[in-house]
């Protein structure tokens, strides 16, 4: 059971990325999933989640309308587009799946080894 997210680096601040968190061993399509991130010197924090049928998505207030959550069951992937990346966006992305779609970190049993974005000024 594993989940592999990929897809950070380093941006200019404007820029885009796309994380991308891939599940393999066991199929994760009746999941929700979550996006999280810890910057340095704070606390994992909340960015985006979807349900398992893509019906419902929340954001952070942070990235609304800058980030957009997708999936695709059927290659067992969920995405992250993030668009008008900032500085303070810089931190350590991680993917989490768990069977209820909320923001609340304690709900995701399944988490991904994390992917580092970095945003230059």
């Known amino acids: 059971v594993q989940l592999q997210a990929s897809g950070g680096g380093l941006v200019q601040a404007g820029g885009s990325l796309r994380l991308s968190c891939a599940a393999s061993?066991?199929?994760?399509?009746?999941?929700?999933k979550g996006w999280f991130r810890r910057a340095p010197g704070k606390e994992r924090e909340f960015v985006a989640a979807?349900?398992?049928?893509?019906?419902?998505?929340y954001y952070a207030d942070s990235v609304k309308g800058r980030f957009t959550i997708s999936r695709d069951n059927a290659k067992n992937t969920v995405y992250l587009q993030m668009n008008s990346l900032k500085p303070e966006d810089t931190a350590v992305y991680y993917c989490?799946?768990?069977?209820?779609?909320?923001?609340?970190?304690?709900?995701?049993?399944?988490w991904g080894q994390g992917t580092q974005v970095t945003v230059s000024s």
């Open positions: 979807i349900s398992w049928n893509a019906s419902t998505t």
């Open positions: 989490a799946g768990g069977t209820k779609v909320t923001p609340v970190l304690r709900y995701y049993d399944y």
């Open positions: 061993g066991r199929t994760f399509s009746t999941y929700a």
